[in-house]
């Protein structure tokens, strides 16, 4: 679980948890928090996933902080994206928290663009593919998220469908820091990183989910709730930009490696 799991954890005024959690996780919740099982187990009875969303509902109509606390593969096959549209359609306010594992196709990205990029280098002597992987894979991420936002049908398959754009998305980390570091010499790295991540974190992480949000809540009056998949497409488009950038870097890219001070 992520600190921002624990953290939502620690302030819901109800959780309802399925069966796939482990119960330790719940001795984590405030004492006063009320505590409802909703798990579905095969030939056992269960909830039916209709009352499940009902209760969600109605609980959040009551002004009260829930968590619903899934585990495994909650948007692939625990009917995670139902829910969430379920409560989109009835006009309360969510917030998705993914846990540890909704990273894994991230890291995997990192390690193949870190370890494509180094092996096309040293293969070609060209160095701009430290530049042009970050640059395909950015593209490349387009069309399968585009595919995922408007044309996946269910949560399962848009689940699987996220996963590329996913991993793609991974490519550009490794070959960035590295070049980073190669153009300033080894004085100045540690503030480079500094500043690179913070420009990553203040536009990828701030200024992204806003501008999403906010296109969303523009498009919703006219497009009910297909508001967010045309918000979310639009702010994919901005790789394009990204590409361009990348581009322009190849331009300059073994002048700068070169004049790098020691």
């Known amino acids: 679980m992520t600190l921002h799991g624990l953290n939502a954890l620690r302030q819901a005024d109800v959780i309802i948890y399925d069966a796939l959690v482990d119960k330790s996780i719940l001795s984590w919740a405030s004492a006063n928090t009320e505590i409802e099982y909703a798990g579905k187990r095969g030939g056992k009875p269960s909830p039916l996933q209709r009352d499940i969303s009902l209760r969600l509902i109605e609980l959040t ?14 948007f692939v096959f625990g009917r995670g994206g139902e829910e969430a549209q379920t409560l989109v359609q009835a006009g309360v306010p969510l917030r998705i928290i993914p846990g540890i594992s909704a990273g894994i196709g991230g890291l995997a990205g990192t390690l193949a663009g870190g370890w494509l990029s180094d092996k096309i280098s040293e293969k070609t002597g060209n160095r701009n593919w430290y530049i042009w992987i970050p640059l395909i894979s950015t ?3 387009v069309p399968f998220a585009i595919n995922t936002f408007l044309f996946m049908d269910s949560g399962m398959a848009a689940a699987l469908s996220w996963a590329l754009p996913v991993f793609f998305g991974g490519f550009y980390l490794a070959p960035c820091i590295a070049m980073t570091h190669g153009m300033v010499g080894l004085r100045m790295r540690a503030l480079s990183s500094a500043v690179l991540f913070f420009v990553l974190n203040l536009i990828g992480l701030g200024l992204g989910p806003i501008l999403t949000g906010y296109v969303a809540d523009l498009l919703t009056p006219q497009f009910g709730i297909d508001g967010i998949r045309y918000a979310m497409t639009l702010t994919i488009l901005v790789n394009i930009w990204c590409a361009f950038h990348y581009f322009m870097c190849t331009r300059t890219l073994k002048e700068s490696l070169d004049n790098a001070p020691a």
Not at 61 to 74: C, E, F, I, T
């Open 61 to 74: 109509r009551q002004n009260k902080r829930v968590l619903r606390l899934k585990g495994g593969d909650p």
């Open 139 to 141: 593209l490349a991420a």
